[in-house]
């Protein structure tokens, strides 16, 4: 299934928003959500951001059973660790359950390649990339 990943873009907040709200839900947690597509479009994208956001989306051919093109999101934002200087930190990565498949294509390496250590969403040698756990699941990822 042909898909792509860009910059979220202001227009894109609403299905950001929508996206946050099912992951909240299936974490059993959607009365936590306090923000809006509003807010999301004011932090994110005014002169000042303070996130960055990529968006996965699909060809209308292979829209969502609701109508949906934008299927996943990763929001991150930067920091700075007094130990180990400039770093990023992954608050979300998310693709809808029906497309979960396009989750594998973006974190695995591509076939053939031997890698030893699990990819990291942005390669950066002047960045440091901590560990966060993940949600619920007990397992451990790079953010």
Request: negative net charge.
């Amino acid at each position: 299934m042909k898909f792509t990943i860009c910059p979220a873009k202001p227009e894109d907040c609403k299905d950001i928003e929508r996206m946050i709200m099912e992951l909240a839900v299936y974490e059993k947690m959607p009365d936590q959500v306090k923000i809006s597509h509003k807010e999301l479009e004011r932090d994110g994208f005014g002169p000042n951001p303070f996130y960055q956001c990529v968006v996965a989306e699909v060809p209308e051919e292979h829209m969502s059973k609701d109508g949906h093109t934008k299927v996943g999101y990763a929001l991150f934002f930067y920091t700075y660790s007094t130990w180990k200087g400039r770093t990023v930190f992954m608050e979300d990565l998310y693709v809808m359950p029906e497309y979960r498949v396009l989750a594998e294509v973006m974190v695995l390496p591509p076939p053939g390649v031997d890698n030893q250590e699990p990819p990291r969403p942005i390669q950066r040698p002047d960045m440091e990339f901590p560990e966060k756990e993940e949600a619920h699941w007990g397992k451990r990822i790079l953010a």
